[in-house]
């Protein structure tokens, strides 16, 4: 991670602590502790995880370089369980505490504060409801719509505590409180506004190169700026074929890229925005905002090899550090193994002829499924604790692969995943 990403970490984490620990001395300060009330704590607790989200799903790019789409997506989805199991212990504590009862909960009959409070936790209820209909609905229009309610939640949770009062006049809880929410409209504005108002990510479409089957690469060459930092090997990025920052978006890895910057995408035609990111025609612009993801090889380290595993067109990523590593002449050995359909061998000509260059073997699965023979044959003999494992695919394929890796022996934290799906 880079200086930068690890102060953005550092502060970030920080940031989000200072109103706990505020919290905690309030409830021991006899002077104070009487504006903390059970309510009062687990809704500044379910805040603090809601900018917590904000900042795992604000593309900041140090958070991205260190924890990956995997971890981040993982995390997300758990701190939002968390922040809602919070959101109703406040709301059940405060029906207890309040003479009102349950009426308080009725918005035609209070005011402001509350009904702003209430309409953010129905929100949330319905945003956590939405996610399941992944399986009926388009993954993109179900991620705008949860994205949507999650910004309008935020609004509306950082209008009731305003409203509200009784914790901002607790000095100790009020300025972290405050600093907190100001860090969290500086991530949202910049996501939203100022990175799409400055025109960053403008690509021309130089051309469309087939592959193989229903996948081709495309080619970018920048308009303007290149990406900044440049990515590293196994990065991708976001691409929109609008400019508009709300326009859906899909993550396309970083297959090739130049000094220059430009960027080579090999995208495979799963759907609507896959395959109409393939029929655009050259000298179209398209938004890329990028780079992002942790599928990155840690740098040389002596006795340190790499065991790359892809599935399909998972092996973009692969392909993108195999070229980095054989442009740098690293010593590492390489082992890949490579599920794909039967007759279907992308990159087959490249990858014989990087095998040449760089310490690299391959074997292919021909269609079969992979399974515990195929994972010894590339394993290192003793599975050397100085090893990385990079896997990369549909998620049966990466959860098989993490599945078989564990029984050989191979520790969870040596294994790097990305699923495409
Ligand atoms: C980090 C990352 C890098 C990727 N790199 C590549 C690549 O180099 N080449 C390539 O061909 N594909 C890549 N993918 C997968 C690619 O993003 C999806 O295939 C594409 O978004 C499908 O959208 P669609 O509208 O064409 O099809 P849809 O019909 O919407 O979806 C087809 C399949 O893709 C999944 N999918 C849709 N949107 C997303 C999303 N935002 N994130 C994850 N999965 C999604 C769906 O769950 C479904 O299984 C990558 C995915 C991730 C997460």
């Known amino acids: 991670m880079t200086e930068r990403g690890r102060a953005w970490a550092m502060g970030l984490a920080m940031l989000l602590l200072m109103p706990l620990v505020a919290l905690l001395l309030s409830v021991a300060s006899p002077r104070l502790g009487d504006t903390v009330t059970w ?22 790019r140090g958070l991205t370089r260190l924890l990956g789409v995997e971890i981040s997506n993982r995390l997300h989805r758990r701190v939002g369980v968390a922040a809602a199991a919070f959101t109703i212990a406040h709301v059940i504590t405060a029906v207890a505490h309040s003479p009102r009862g349950v009426a308080m909960l009725d ?65 100790l809880i009020g300025v972290p409180a405050a600093c907190l929410g100001a860090v969290v409209l500086v991530i949202l504005v910049r996501r939203w506004i100022v990175r799409p108002a400055l025109g960053r990510g403008a690509y021309l479409l130089s051309a469309v190169r087939p592959e193989s089957g229903n996948t081709s690469t495309v080619v970018l060459a920048p308009a303007g700026p290149a990406l900044d930092p440049p990515p590293e090997p196994g990065q991708f990025v976001w691409v929109r074929l609008r400019r508009l920052p709300v326009a859906e978006e899909h993550p396309f890895t970083i297959a090739a ?51 790359l595993i892809a599935g399909g067109v998972g092996v973009t990523p ?23 359909r039967e007759g279907e061998a992308l990159f087959a000509a490249e990858i014989l002829a990087l095998s040449r260059r760089l310490d690299l073997s391959v074997l292919r699965t021909g269609g079969r499924r992979l399974d515990a023979g195929m994972l010894r044959a590339v394993l290192p003999a003793g599975t050397p604790p100085s090893h990385q494992y990079f896997v990369c695919g549909p998620p049966p394929l990466v959860g098989a692969a993490i599945h078989g890796l564990g029984s050989l022996g191979v520790p969870a934290g040596a294994i790097t995943t990305e699923r495409f799906g």
């Open 257 to 307: 890229s130049t000094r220059s910057g430009v960027l080579e995408l090999t995208v495979r035609d799963q759907g609507p925005f896959s395959g109409g990111l393939l029929d655009l025609e050259p000298g179209r612009t398209v938004w890329v905002d990028g780079p992002h993801g942790a599928f990155v090889p840690s740098p040389t380290t002596a006795d340190g090899g790499l065991v």
């Open 107 to 171: 918005p035609f009959a209070v005011g402001w504060p509350l009904k702003t409070g209430i309409a953010a936790t129905a929100l949330l209820l319905v945003g956590a409801v939405v996610l399941p209909l992944k399986s009926v609905r388009r993954y993109g229009q179900v991620a705008r719509v949860h994205a949507v309610l999650g910004v309008l939640v935020l609004l509306l949770t950082g209008a009731h505590v305003w409203l509200f009062g009784s914790l901002a006049v607790n000095p």
């Open 318 to 340: 692969i392909m993108s550090i195999l070229r980095a590593h054989a442009a740098a002449s690293d010593p590492r050995a390489h082992a890949l193994l490579l599920a794909e």
């Open 39 to 60: 309510a009062s704590a687990f809704g500044l607790v379910g805040a603090v995880l809601m900018a917590l989200i904000v900042a795992l799903v604000s593309r900041v």
